[in-house]
T-cell receptor, first 118, second 112 residues
Framework: GAVVSQHPSWVICKSGTSVKIECRSLDFQATTMFWYRQFPKQSLMLMATSNEGSKATYEQGVEKDKFLINHASLTLSTLTVTSAHPEDSSFYIC??????????????FGEGSRLTVL | QKEVEQNSGPLSVPEGAIASLNCTYSDRGSQSFFWYRQYSGKSPELIMSIYSNGDKEDGRFTAQLNKASQYVSLLIRDSQPSDSATYLCAVTQGTPLGRLYFGRGTQLTVWP
């Protein structure tokens, strides 16, 4: 299957700092990527849809000024958590759809990035 | 976000038994349905996808979809301890294609 890579896997930061998470599609081009957040023992919550070359589309209740998304190329999307606070500590997971596989909606997930804000 | 409901469990079955996982969804416009398996601390991995009413079998796994009842299920035959994980039901809603909405997951434990 297609490979999606995230970096970093783990990050610990101080409250008030910003953290950038990268999501790369390694063997396919992804015009659209998706960012999810998962709190302990909760399900994955879709945060936003990242669109190559245009603005991201955010889900209701997600602060676009706090979670900055950039999708500058067909293989890279970044999520920046700005002015992070302890309540932002979570497991952030990106996913991408291989357009070459047609319109089935099958997504490939990155390994996830665990953010801890002290 | 529309709702995707799953029994949170935990569901516990003995090795070799059939594990049955259920999911209901609220949006009748949902078109694609997926079952993911997630081990603790890891990202989800796709187990099954199903797009039309009826059954779809892949090895020990069978997905069942009933759009009229807005219900999708996953059966795991000959359950193994390695199947112990959280199983997430996911549906696509709206556009763009690929926006997935997940249930809370059902925690499955298969004991030897």
């Amino acid at each position: 299957g297609a490979v999606v890579s995230q970096h970093p896997s783990w990050v610990i930061c101080k409250s008030g700092t910003s953290v950038k998470i990268e999501c790369r599609s390694l063997d396919f081009q992804a015009t659209t990527m998706f960012w999810y957040r998962q709190f302990p023992k909760q399900s994955l919550m879709l945060m936003a849809t990242s669109n190559e070359g245009s603005k991201a589309t955010y889900e209701q209740g997600v602060e676009k000024d706090k979670f900055l998304i950039n999708h500058a190329s067909l293989t890279l999307s970044t999520l920046t958590v700005t002015s992070a606070h302890p309540e932002d500590s979570s497991f952030y997971i990106c996913s991408a759809r291989d357009a070459g596989r047609g319109g089935t909606g099958e997504l490939f997930f990155g390994e996830g990035s665990r953010l801890t804000v002290l | 976000q529309k709702e995707v409901e799953q029994n949170s469990g935990p569901l516990s079955v003995p090795e070799g038994a059939i594990a049955s996982l259920n999911c209901t969804y609220s949006d009748r416009g949902s078109q694609s349905f997926f079952w993911y398996r997630q081990y603790s601390g890891k990202s989800p991995e796709l187990i099954m996808s199903i797009y039309s009413n009826g059954d779809k079998e892949d090895g020990r796994f069978t997905a069942q979809l009933n759009k009229a009842s807005q219900y999708v299920s996953l059966l795991i035959r000959d359950s193994q301890p390695s199947d112990s994980a959280t199983y997430l039901c996911a549906v696509t809603q709206g556009t763009p294609l690929g926006r997935l909405y997940f249930g809370r997951g059902t925690q499955l434990t298969v004991w030897p």
